[in-house]
């Protein structure tokens, strides 16, 4: 079972969506699969010990953004196809640059260092 106890929660964001970000990165690592079944909104808010309110309202953006499926008493399912894969992919990559850029930029780095070294750093790994 998906474990948010992992989960550091910040200041910055709202919880809602630090939620659902959880877990798309689980998502895009593979952690989650399709069918994977979520633990109950109760369970989240005891774990992360917040308003269960809170949780509810990480679901229904999971679900309008069609990762996340939830019918009656069954709980909810994770589903993920192709193109939610690579929509969730496409985020997380794009949030990552911005959030690189933005702490780059921060400490006065020029484009020019900053590619140079990202060439240094991805020959090493």
Avoid: C
């Avoid at 990165?25 to 005891?46: D, F, H, M, Q, T």
């Avoid at 709980?75 to 192709?82: A, K, N, P």
């Avoid at 640059?97 to 240094?120: G, T």
């Amino acid at each position: 079972m998906l474990n948010f106890f992992e989960l550091k929660l910040n200041n910055k964001d709202p919880v809602y969506i630090q939620i659902a970000s959880y877990v798309k990165r689980k998502i895009l690592l593979k952690e989650v699969e399709n069918g994977y079944k979520l633990p109950s909104r109760r369970e989240i808010a005891a774990q992360l010990q917040i308003n269960p309110n809170t949780v509810q309202k990480a679901f229904k953006v999971m679900e309008e953004e069609g990762f996340v499926h939830t019918s009656g008493n069954q709980g909810s399912i994770v589903y993920i196809d192709e193109n939610i894969f690579k929509r969730i992919e496409e985020e997380l990559t794009r949030e990552l640059v911005r959030e690189f850029i933005h702490s780059a930029k921060d400490v006065n780095l020029s484009f020019k260092k900053v590619v140079e070294l990202i060439s240094e750093y991805w020959e090493e790994n």
